[in-house]
Structures are given as structure tokens and as C-alpha cells.
């Protein structure tokens, strides 16, 4: 059986809820997909779980991974 702290480590961590938004809460409100869902996750959350260099690099390998895509689908149409 789990805590009300060992549950707040998975459902609501304290660097999940810094302002008024949570960022799952506006990345699905926006529709705005997995990529670029991941990478507004990484950049909001980066300056409060300990390693915000390792963080804004995965933003940008999300980034990257997402202006990809978009590429290989413009060339398909082209």
C-alpha cells in the first residue's frame, strides 16, 4: 500500500506544480502532441528538479527530434 508521500512522488511531485498550471494540464488543453509535449515539459520543470542542463538538453533533443518530422512529412508532400 502505498504513502500520501510515495504517491505524490508519481502523481503530483512538488516540481510538477510551480504556478497556477500544471504542464500535463496545458500540454494536453493545447493538443500539442508528444514532442513538443516532452520538450515544454522538460523546459518548464528544469529549474526545480536539480539538473537543468540535462533537462533543457532533452527539451531540445525533443525539439530536434519534432522539427524532423515535420521535415521527412513536408518532403513526402513535395
Not at 506544480?17 to 494536453?28: A, L, S
Not at 513538443?36 to 539538473?51: F, L, S, V
Amino acid at each position: 500500500m502505498s504513502t500520501v508521500q510515495e504517491s505524490s512522488k508519481v502523481d503530483h511531485p512538488i516540481h510538477y506544480n510551480k504556478g497556477i498550471y500544471e504542464v500535463i494540464d496545458v500540454i494536453e488543453d493545447w493538443k500539442l502532441g508528444f514532442n513538443t509535449g516532452n520538450a515544454i515539459k522538460y523546459i518548464a520543470r528544469a529549474p526545480y528538479k536539480g539538473n537543468t542542463i540535462e533537462d533543457y538538453e532533452k527539451a531540445i533533443w525533443y525539439i530536434e527530434r519534432e522539427i524532423y518530422k515535420i521535415k521527412k512529412e513536408r518532403e513526402k508532400v513535395s
